[in-house]
């Protein structure tokens, strides 16, 4: 029952809908933890009891934190917080990693002839979301610690808070703060909020159904089959899959977002323009942008502020000068981001890689800001030049692209080698000798995925410009915002890709 399919859309979320609305205010919260515990189900089954630990442990270390902190023991606060992330990280180790570790330290053995010493693996069960429930229950903990938020008393409002059933999937992660009183209030429904959700909703499907799953299958016949192909179809690949997963992605969370919204729960945006990008240090301002914010907040800023950070300062701007002080703190701040960002994503070399390209891409562009400014002097240019934002898009580009590329590769290995075949047999010709017509898309399917494409960038454009937003549209006149409706709810049942000859696509970060 994933959010896309018509179970959900239009079984599970409107009997939801109904359910909160009959029942009495002070119990609408119920309706809402026990639709989260039933969709978590339809998933997991059973492992919806380690959601349930999660909450009551993640509940109880925020008020142990807070009964310490009236002792104004501050050492055993750190302790019990320390104590908190430490079970809730173990717990995520274990079950997505514990293998991951096992088949490596397999391979050292082997390597140096102890095969006879392997370990064996387990087949172990992995809860739907837990990378997205357990991030945010840290942050939670984090958050009573430094007295961000007091802590809850009633068990019930934590366990909203991490099994409210549109976030239990794919995010995006909150922070207790942004939702948590909106859960529980229970406020009733309402038309407008009602009518914003459904077209949000719509605008996701639109973006996974007619352009996500399409290119599903170019992207699948290539990075399955990847040895058959190299040059330009590799590069044709790796664009097709940033675009593909940021289709996906970004309309699972129009999707995620409408369904809060229905209940008058502003949950946080995720996605900004994010091809709009003039350095990798903004795309990720960009991308995924709760996940960056999350470790903004309690990775980079606490190892910023750290007792070693400040020692490191005093003594670099003494013996080493600004510029080395700030770029091994940069790098000292950055890595354990990115090396995290790459493990939560999946236990997976390519994963881990992942995040240390772009630790390797994020510093390179500190170390290039001198420059960068000697550049502006120079030649009078700055970042409003036009022709010169031009050029640092282009560059974004090719790095996303690149990094996608190993990101989807099925091994580090094969991302590896699929690089490599960009720079030989480039081969530009494939790409309209009928090539790219045997992979499951026609020439209607192409045209289709870029008239998409299109639509969304000038609908993000305006979006961020400022001139059009979901209080806008409901402030149309009625022929204009219900032929928009309509073209939503034409363009995804005449354009979107299922039915016969169709293969259901499952949702991407579901898996991470």
């Known amino acids: 029952m994933a959010y896309h399919e018509v179970t959900y859309l239009f079984l599970f979320l409107p009997l939801v809908l109904i359910a909160y609305q009959i029942v009495p205010q002070k119990r609408r919260w119920c309706v809402l933890l026990l639709a989260g515990y039933a969709f978590f189900w339809s998933f997991s089954k059973s492992l919806v009891l380690v959601l349930m630990a999660t909450s009551?442990?993640?509940?109880?270390?925020?008020?142990?934190?807070?009964?310490?902190?009236?002792?104004?023991?501050?050492?055993?606060?750190?302790?019990?917080?320390?104590?908190?992330?430490?079970?809730?990280?173990?717990?995520?180790?274990?079950?997505?990693?514990?293998?991951?570790?096992?088949?490596?330290?397999?391979?050292?053995?082997?390597?140096?002839?102890?095969?006879g010493m392997a370990l064996e693996t387990k087949k172990i069960a992995v809860p739907i979301g837990i990378?997205?429930?357990?991030?945010?229950?840290?942050?939670?903990?984090?958050?009573?610690?430094?007295?961000?938020?007091?802590?809850?008393?009633?068990?019930?409002?934590?366990?909203?808070?991490?099994?409210?059933?549109?976030?239990?999937?794919?995010?995006?992660?909150?922070?207790?703060?942004?939702?948590?009183d909106a859960l529980w209030s229970g406020e009733s429904l309402k038309s407008e909020n009602l009518a914003q959700g459904s077209i949000r909703i719509l605008w996701g499907l639109f973006k996974k159904m007619i352009i996500a799953d399409r290119l599903y299958y170019l992207v699948t016949e290539v990075f399955d089959h990847y040895e058959n192909y190299s040059g330009a179809i590799v590069i044709v690949a790796a664009v097709s899959y940033a675009v593909q997963l940021y289709m996906e992605f970004s309309g699972c969370m129009d999707i995620v977002i409408g369904s809060g919204q229905m209940f008058g729960v502003r949950l946080p945006e995720n996605f900004n323009q994010p091809f709009a990008s003039k350095s990798a240090?903004?795309?990720?301002?960009?991308?995924?942008?709760?996940?960056?914010?999350?470790?903004?907040?309690?990775?980079?800023?606490?190892?910023?502020?750290?007792?070693?950070?400040?020692?490191w300062n005093k003594f670099g701007k003494k013996h080493v000068g600004k510029y080395m002080t700030k770029l091994v703190g940069s790098a000292i701040a950055l890595f354990p981001?990115?090396?995290?960002?790459?493990?939560?994503?999946?236990?997976?070399?390519?994963?881990?890689?992942?995040?240390?390209?772009?630790?390797?891409?994020?510093?390179?562009?500190?170390?290039?800001?001198?420059?960068?400014?000697?550049?502006?002097?120079?030649?009078?240019?700055?970042?409003?030049?036009?022709?010169?934002?031009?050029?640092?898009?282009?560059?974004?580009?090719?790095?996303?692209?690149?990094?996608?590329l190993f990101f989807r590769a099925n091994t580090l290995t094969a991302g590896f080698s699929m690089f490599a075949s960009i720079f030989r047999g480039f081969a530009p010709e494939r790409l309209w000798d009928g090539t790219l017509l045997r992979m499951g898309l026609d020439l209607a399917d192409y045209s289709i995925i870029i008239a998409g494409c299109i639509v969304v960038g000038i609908v993000g454009h305006l979006r961020e410009k400022k001139k059009l937003?979901?209080?806008?549209?409901?402030?149309?006149?009625?022929?204009?915002?219900?032929?928009?409706?309509?073209?939503?709810?034409f363009a995804v049942i005449l354009f979107g890709a299922y039915g016969v000859g169709y293969q259901q696509v499952d949702l991407i970060y579901a898996g991470f």
């Open 469 to 489: 937003s979901l209080d806008q549209i409901a402030g149309m006149r009625l022929p204009a915002r219900w032929g928009l409706y309509y073209a939503l709810i």
């Open 281 to 311: 240090a903004e795309f990720w301002r960009r991308w995924h942008m709760t996940l960056g914010v999350w470790f903004k907040t309690y990775v980079f800023y606490p190892v910023s502020v750290s007792p070693f950070m400040r020692k």
């Open 131 to 180: 990378s997205f429930y357990t991030l945010q229950a840290i942050g939670y903990m984090a958050d009573v610690y430094w007295g961000k938020i007091p802590a809850e008393r009633h068990l019930g409002k934590v366990a909203l808070f991490l099994g409210f059933f549109p976030q239990i999937m794919e995010g995006p992660i909150a922070m207790y703060s942004q939702t948590a």
């Open 337 to 404: 981001v990115w090396l995290f960002n790459g493990l939560w994503h999946g236990p997976q070399w390519n994963y881990i890689f992942y995040g240390m390209y772009y630790f390797v891409i994020l510093l390179l562009e500190v170390a290039c800001e001198p420059l960068k400014e000697k550049f502006y002097a120079k030649t009078g240019t700055s970042e409003t030049t036009g022709w010169w934002n031009v050029l640092r898009i282009a560059k974004t580009w090719i790095i996303i692209f690149t990094g996608e």
């Open 56 to 115: 009551m442990f993640t509940h109880y270390i925020g008020l142990w934190l807070e009964r310490v902190k009236e002792d104004g023991d501050k050492k055993k606060q750190k302790w019990i917080l320390f104590f908190g992330v430490f079970v809730l990280l173990a717990v995520l180790g274990y079950l997505k990693y514990a293998n991951f570790f096992v088949e490596n330290v397999n391979g050292l053995l082997t390597a140096v002839g102890k095969s």
